[in-house]
C-alpha cells in the first residue's frame, strides 16, 4: 500500500490521503499510523481518496473509526457528548464535520453502507465536491 498526502488550501486547510492498494489487516496499521502523524502535525479536515483502494475489511474500517475519534477529539468546537453524538447517528442528523471518503469503488462502499459507516461519514464520488465540503 502506498500513501500520498497533499493539502488544497479551501476556507480551511484540507489534507487529502491518496491511498493505493487494500487497507486490510495487513496494511491497515500503516495506513492508522500515517493519518495519526498528519493529526499530530495539524490536520483537522481529511479527505481520504479511495480512487485505488480496491477492497478494505472490517480492519480498515477499525482504522477508519479510529481517525474519526482521533479528529473528534482533537476539534475545539465538538461539544457534543458520546451519548449525543449516538442519537445523532442513530436519527440520521451527524455526520463528521472533519473527516470524508471520495471516490470507493462499488464493492467498497457497499461494504460502507452495511457496516453504517455511510451514517457518520460523508462519501463523495467527486474529488471537488468532497474538498468543498468543508
Keep these: 500500500m502506498e500513501i500520498k498526502v497533499t493539502t488544497e488550501n479551501r476556507i480551511v486547510p484540507v489534507t487529502v490521503l491518496h491511498v493505493d492498494g487494500n487497507i486490510d489487516s495487513k496494511t491497515y496499521e500503516e495506513f492508522q499510523a500515517k493519518a495519526q502523524d498528519i493529526i499530530d502535525r495539524g490536520a483537522r479536515h481529511i479527505v481520504i481518496d479511495l480512487l485505488h483502494v480496491p477492497y478494505v475489511s472490517s480492519a480498515g474500517l477499525r482504522a477508519l473509526h479510529d481517525i474519526f475519534k482521533q479528529l473528534r477529539a482533537k476539534d475545539p468546537n465538538n461539544q457534543m457528548s458520546d451519548a449525543?453524538?449516538?442519537?445523532?447517528?442513530?436519527?440520521?442528523?451527524?455526520?463528521?464535520?472533519?473527516?470524508?471518503?471520495?471516490?470507493?469503488?462499488?464493492e467498497t462502499k457497499t461494504v460502507f453502507q452495511m457496516s453504517g459507516f455511510d451514517m457518520v461519514i460523508d462519501i463523495y464520488?467527486?474529488?471537488?465536491?468532497a474538498l468543498a465540503s468543508f
Design 84 to 106: 449525543e453524538i449516538r442519537k445523532g447517528i442513530s436519527a440520521g442528523t451527524y455526520k463528521s464535520s472533519q473527516l470524508k471518503l471520495v471516490n470507493l469503488s462499488n
Design 125 to 129: 464520488d467527486d474529488m471537488e465536491k
